[in-house]
C-alpha cells in the first residue's frame, strides 16, 4: 500500500525524533546527567517506525531494554519521557521506571523492560484480551536477538501458535546480545524456528524504512484477520554500545562510522523520497530543525522539573493494601 | 447454607465471579482438560478437580487449557490483566513458581510501580502448596513467604471452605495481583458455607477463639491444628486466643500486637521453612512492637530448615501437627 505525502512526513518525523532523542541521551548521560543504565536505540529506528505505523491505541507493543524508540514510535510524549529518564516529577511513569521501564497504557506501549525476553509472554496476554473482548486489536513484541533465545520468548510463541493469537513477534536482530555476536548465539535461523512453531516470517532488512513497513503491513494485517501469529525477522544496526559506558571493543574498529555513513535509514528514506519526487529536501529539513528544538526544550525542561518527593516513594504500589 | 468442601468453595466463588463479571477467565494446565484430546471434554477439570464443571457452563473461550508452559500462560494471565481481563491462572504446583518467577517477581509484581500508577494487574495465581500428600520435595513446600516478601503482591492463605470462598471472591475483584495458596491436604475438609456470594477483607485476621493466657497465631491448614490444640488446653486451664492472618500479606498486625499486649505470649505456628518464613516475620513483627508485654519468650512451630521428604515417615515427622502446638504452648506457659 503506497504512503501519502503525510504519512511520509510523519515516518521521518518519528524516526528523526527517535534519532535526536537518543543522540541527545547519549550526550547527557556523557555528561552525568542521567542516572541508571540506558540502553540506545539509534540506528534501529527504521524498525519501530516501520512496525508502529501500522498501529493504532488500541493495539500494545511489548519493548525490550533498548525502549525508547518503540515509546515515540508509539505515540507516547517526548517530554514526559525525558523526565522519566532523567527521574524527574512529570515524567512518563512518576520517575519510577526510568529507562528500562518506559511505559504508557493508554498508548499501548507495555513497558520497556528489563529483563530480557521479560514481554512476549504479557504481549500474549494483552492479544488474549483483544481476542477476548473482541477489540480488533493486535499485539506486538518486540525481542532482541538476545531474548529471542530466552525460554520466555519460544514458550510465548508456542502459546500464541496454539491459541491462535493475534500476535506479531518482531525479532530486532541488531547484531550484539550484549557483546556476543546473534551470528554465533542464535541456533538455526530466525524465520525457520518461527515456522517450527508454525508462525509464518520473513527476513527483512531493518535499516530499510520501506521494507519494514510493508513486510510489518502484511504480517499485521494477517494476524488481525485472524489468521494467527506472525514473525519478522529484522536485520539492523546500533550505533552505541549494549548499555551507555560500553568500550564497544567486541566491534570492529570504524564498524559504526561506516554503518553511519552507508546504512543509517534516516539517509536511506531521504534518498528514497527525495528522488522519487515524493517529498522535498526542504521539507525535511524542516522536520530536522523541528525535532532537533523539540529535544532541546525536553531536555531544559526535564532539567528543570523538581525530584520526586519522599511521599512518592510508598505511593503506586499497590491500588489498595 | 450448605456444607461444602474447600474444593466446592474455591470452584463456586470461581463461578459466582465468572457469572458476574465476563471479564474472568480461567487458565491452566488442565483447567478443564481434555482439550484437543478424542475423549472426555472437562476430562479433569484441575488436578485435583477444583474448577469441574466450569469449562461445560463458560466455554473454552473463558476456561483456557494451556500447555506447559507456566511462563507463557502466567505472563500472558498478567499481560491480560494489564490490559482489561481479570484472569485467575493456575500454577498448579507453588513448587512451579521455579520456572515462571520473573513473570511474577519482575512483572506481575512491578508494573504499577513501575509505570507510575498508571498500570492496574488484577490477576489471581491459584496455586496449591504444602506437605502431607507424599510429593515429595518438588510437590510439596509452603513458599508463600517468598511471595509475601514481594512488594506489589497479596498473598492469601485460606484455613477453611468458608474463608476460601469469600477469600477468592475479593482476590478476584481485588485489582492487585494476587497469589491464592491452597493446601493440597484441605479439599476434602467440608463446613457450613454460604450459598451465595460474599467477600472476606483482605488485611483482617480472623479471631476464631479469645483466651487470656497464648496468643496463637497460625496459617493455612496450621489454623484447624491450633483450635483443637485451644479446645484441649481449655479444658486443662490454659486459655488460648487463635488468630488466623488470613492473609500473609497484607498482614493484619494490629490484631495480633493488641492480643500478645494482653495474653503476654505467643506462639507461631507456620508450614514454611523457619528461616525468612511467617513466622519468623511475626515473632520479629511482635518482639519490635510489644516486647514489653512478653512474659517468655516467642515460639516458633515450623518445620525443621529441610526439603520435603517422600517417605511417610520421614514427612509425618516434617509437619508441624497439633502435639507440637501443644508442646510450644505449654513452654510459654511454664
Known amino acids: 500500500m503506497e504512503l501519502n505525502r503525510e504519512q511520509l512526513l510523519a515516518a521521518y518525523h518519528q524516526m528523526r525524533t527517535i534519532r535526536e532523542f537518543e543522540e541527545c541521551v547519549h550526550r547527557e548521560f556523557t555528561g552525568g546527567a542521567i542516572p541508571g543504565f540506558v540502553h540506545l536505540y539509534a540506528g534501529e529506528e527504521a524498525c519501530a517506525v516501520g512496525v508502529c505505523m501500522n498501529l493504532s491505541d488500541k493495539d500494545y507493543i511489548a519493548s525490550t531494554h533498548r525502549g525508547h524508540g518503540h515509546c515515540i514510535a508509539k505515540g507516547c510524549d517526548v517530554k514526559a519521557m525525558m523526565k522519566e529518564i532523567f527521574g524527574r516529577k512529570g515524567g512518563l511513569c512518576a520517575g519510577k521506571g526510568g529507562s528500562m521501564h518506559i511505559a504508557d497504557m493508554s498508548k499501548g506501549m507495555m513497558g520497556a523492560n528489563g529483563i530480557v525476553g521479560g514481554g512476549p509472554p504479557l504481549i500474549c496476554g494483552a492479544a488474549l484480551t483483544a481476542k477476548t473482548l473482541k477489540t480488533g486489536g493486535v499485539a506486538v513484541a518486540f525481542v532482541g536477538d538476545g531474548g529471542f533465545n530466552q525460554g520466555t520468548t519460544l514458550e510465548s510463541m508456542n502459546l500464541a501458535s496454539v491459541w491462535k493469537l493475534p500476535v506479531i513477534f518482531v525479532l530486532e536482530d541488531n547484531g550484539y546480545a550484549e557483546s556476543t555476536a546473534s551470528s554465533w548465539s542464535i541456533g538455526g535461523e530466525p524465520v525457520k524456528r518461527a515456522a517450527g512453531f508454525g508462525i509464518p516470517g520473513e527476513q527483512v532488512d531493518g535499516h530499510d524504512f520501506f521494507a519494514v513497513y510493508e513486510a510489518a503491513r502484511k504480517a499485521i494485517s494477517r494476524t488481525r484477520a485472524g489468521e494467527g501469529p506472525s514473525f519478522l525477522h529484522l536485520k539492523v544496526n546500533r550505533y552505541f554500545g549494549h548499555f551507555e559506558g560500553d568500550a564497544t571493543t567486541y566491534r570492529r574498529p570504524g564498524e559504526v562510522d561506516k554503518l553511519r555513513a552507508e546504512r543509517d535509514c534516516l539517509a536511506l528514506f531521504r534518498r528514497q523520497v527525495e528522488q522519487s519526487g515524493l517529498l522535498k529536501a526542504q521539507q525535511l529539513d524542516a522536520i530536522d530543525r523541528e525535532t532537533a528544538a523539540l529535544i532541546d526544550a525536553a531536555v531544559v525542561e526535564a532539567k528543570a522539573a523538581p525530584q520526586p518527593s519522599a511521599e512518592d516513594l510508598l505511593t503506586d504500589v499497590y491500588a489498595s493494601y | ?334
Open chain 2, 1 to 334: 447454607m450448605s456444607k461444602k468442601s474447600f474444593r466446592q468453595a474455591i470452584n463456586e466463588a470461581l463461578r459466582d465471579e465468572m457469572r458476574r463479571d465476563p471479564r474472568v477467565i480461567l487458565m491452566g494446565e488442565d483447567v478443564a482438560g481434555g482439550m484437543g484430546a478424542a475423549g472426555e471434554q472437562d476430562a479433569w477439570g484441575g488436578p485435583l478437580g477444583v474448577t469441574k464443571g466450569l469449562m461445560p457452563e463458560f466455554g473454552r473461550e473463558r476456561v483456557l487449557d494451556t500447555p506447559i508452559s507456566e511462563s507463557a500462560f502466567v505472563g500472558a494471565a498478567v499481560g491480560a490483566a494489564a490490559t482489561g481481563l481479570r484472569p485467575v491462572a493456575d500454577l498448579m504446583f507453588i513448587d512451579f513458581m521455579g520456572v515462571c518467577f520473573d513473570q511474577i517477581l519482575n512483572q506481575a509484581a512491578k508494573l504499577r510501580y513501575m509505570f507510575g500508577g498508571k498500570a492496574t494487574v488484577p490477576v489471581v495465581i491459584r496455586t496449591m502448596f504444602g506437605a502431607g500428600f507424599r510429593a515429595a520435595s518438588q510437590h510439596s513446600q509452603g513458599l508463600y513467604p517468598v511471595f509475601a516478601h514481594i512488594p506489589g503482591l497479596k498473598v492469601v492463605v485460606p484455613s477453611s471452605p468458608y474463608e476460601a470462598k469469600g477469600l477468592m471472591t475479593q482476590a478476584i475483584r481485588d485489582d492487585d495481583p494476587v497469589i491464592f495458596c491452597e493446601h493440597k491436604a484441605m479439599y476434602d475438609d467440608q463446613e457450613e458455607v454460604p450459598d451465595e456470594p460474599y467477600a472476606i477483607a483482605f488485611g483482617e485476621a480472623n479471631v476464631s477463639r479469645e483466651g487470656e493466657d497464648v496468643t496463637i497465631v497460625a496459617i493455612g491448614r496450621m489454623v484447624k491444628f491450633a483450635n483443637e490444640v485451644a479446645d484441649k488446653l481449655e479444658k486443662q486451664g490454659i486459655s488460648c486466643t487463635v488468630i488466623d492472618p488470613r492473609t500473609v500479606s497484607p498482614l493484619d498486625q494490629d490484631t495480633i500486637i493488641e492480643s500478645v499486649e494482653e495474653t503476654g505470649r505467643l506462639v507461631v505456628v507456620d508450614e514454611a521453612s523457619p528461616r525468612c518464613g511467617m513466622a519468623s516475620d511475626i515473632a520479629a513483627m511482635v518482639a519490635q512492637n510489644a516486647f514489653k508485654a512478653l512474659k517468655a519468650p516467642v515460639k516458633m512451630v515450623t518445620p525443621p530448615h529441610t526439603p520435603v521428604p517422600f517417605s511417610p515417615a520421614l514427612e509425618d515427622i516434617y509437619v508441624p501437627g497439633p502435639s507440637q502446638i501443644e508442646a510450644a504452648v505449654r513452654a510459654v506457659m511454664e
